[in-house]
C-alpha cells in the first residue's frame, strides 16, 4: 500500500520543475514581439526584454495573444 503512494510521490516531484517550465509569455524585444518559454526575470536580464502578457501554458495561446493584441509575432511594439 506505501510503494504506490511513494511512486506517485516520486513522480510527482519529478514532474512539478517541469510544470513550472510549461509556461509561454509574449515578451517586448528589441520593438518587436517574441513569445518565448524564458521567465520574465531571464528574458529582461539577458535581452533588456519586457513582457507584454501573463504566462500561458501552451505556445499556440501566447502566439494567438500576440496575434490579437499585437498583430503577431514580429508585430512592432515598445516597453515604455
Same mark, same amino acid.
Given at each position: 500500500m506505501r510503494r504506490?503512494?511513494?511512486a506517485l510521490a516520486a513522480a510527482l516531484a519529478v514532474l512539478a520543475p517541469a510544470a513550472?517550465?510549461?509556461?509561454?509569455?509574449?515578451y $517586448?524585444?528589441?520593438?518587436?514581439i517574441q513569445v518565448d518559454q524564458r521567465s520574465p526575470?531571464?528574458?529582461?536580464?539577458n535581452l533588456g526584454a $519586457?513582457?507584454?502578457?501573463?504566462g500561458f501554458s501552451t505556445r499556440s495561446s501566447a502566439e494567438s495573444f500576440a496575434r490579437r493584441n499585437f498583430g503577431?509575432?514580429?508585430g512592432s511594439c515598445s516597453c515604455r
Open positions: 504506490p503512494f511513494l513550472a517550465l510549461a509556461d509561454y509569455y509574449a $517586448c524585444v528589441r520593438g518587436r526575470e531571464e528574458m529582461r536580464r $519586457c513582457p507584454m502578457s501573463q503577431g509575432i514580429g
